[in-house]
């Protein structure tokens, strides 16, 4: 299978994108959204844009790269903003945008 | 063109897409997120299901009509949600719902 | 975490939507795209409804449901389609349709 | 209204998803999507990070001009395909493809 080699990469994007779009409805749900905004926005785009990786990923694009560049960057914000708010899904977020901005940033370098 | 006769709904679809991302993206950021965030939950479902419906309509997918079926309940909800809120942005954004859950009832019922 | 009764289900959409991109990709590559042009608009389908079925249940939308029995159906119907056919990724990604589908069909009735 | 300054690029992000799934489908029913593999393959690819870039406008996302970028580069590479065949639909999708690849990179440098 050619693409097997994405299957890491493929498993980090899914992984941050599901944690990203649960803690975007956590934050929301949580009574203290404004001064969650920067962290559900970014939550709203890393999700998408990790998902959309895996999909480029999965059927080998020769665009996976370019996308996983800009997905490691929103990743690597989003854990940022995730990482300063002590809610267990926003830690969760926080540590699955890590491994993702690293699994894709090594796929835009391969 | 064999999918041209689902251009105005698929036209719906972008319309009421566009619209809800900035719906959600202006509730987030007006500093009043907490009381709209079942507005905002709502707009990233409704615009994410109608980006999607547009994509099935577009290739002629045999499943465009249930999608659709879905998104027209969904951009119901969202257009009575963003109905009460007075900003610029969820009336308009309440508009484009409730034309695109006519237009989606429409193809569901073709 | 309130949404991980759905962890199950999203986990079997992300592993169906990754067979799906897969299995398109690699029916394209291999030299006789017109016989296997059903198993691919399906493929095509199956991958988009499930990986935003994946987001819908992270967030714990009240809309998750209704995509995940359409995406139930998407599933079955892929299921059918690659079963036919002899091919590794063929058969990876039916056994991944049967399962989603199955998952699938438990949260709508849930 | 702040991201009406994006409407131009996001409609033609639209349009040219649009284009690129109905492409995508009919390449794929003619007969003859072996001989038009990598057009069916670029038309997949072009219509997701279209819609995507469409949503990261419309939302105001930071990520929106990094996003757009890889767009044009996809939108070049599916415009150049899809201008080599006669048919409609691949003429049509050319054009989209080039006015997109074209706003897109504007955005990207503004």
Redesign the interface.
């Known amino acids: 299978?050619?693409?097997q080699q994405f299957q890491d990469c493929?498993d980090a994007c899914?992984a941050c994108?599901?944690?990203c779009?649960?803690c975007?409805?956590?934050c929301?749900?949580e009574?203290?959204?404004?001064e969650?905004?920067r962290c559900?926005?970014l939550n709203?785009?890393c999700?998408?844009?990790c998902?959309?990786s895996?999909?480029?990923m999965?059927?080998?694009?020769?665009?996976a790269a370019?996308?996983c560049r800009?997905c490691a960057?929103?990743c690597r914000?989003c854990a940022e903003e995730c990482g300063k708010h002590s809610m267990?899904?926003c830690q969760r977020c926080a540590e699955a945008c890590r491994r993702c901005a690293d699994a894709c940033a090594r796929m835009a370098a391969a």
Not at 31 to 34: P, V
Not at 58 to 63: C, H, I, P, T
């Open positions: 299978m050619m693409h493929i899914n994108a599901d944690a779009d649960n975007a409805a956590a929301l749900q009574g203290h959204a404004s969650m905004a559900i926005a709203m785009d999700a998408q844009v998902r959309l895996a999909a480029l999965a059927r080998g694009s020769q665009f370019a996308l800009v960057d929103i914000a267990d899904h």
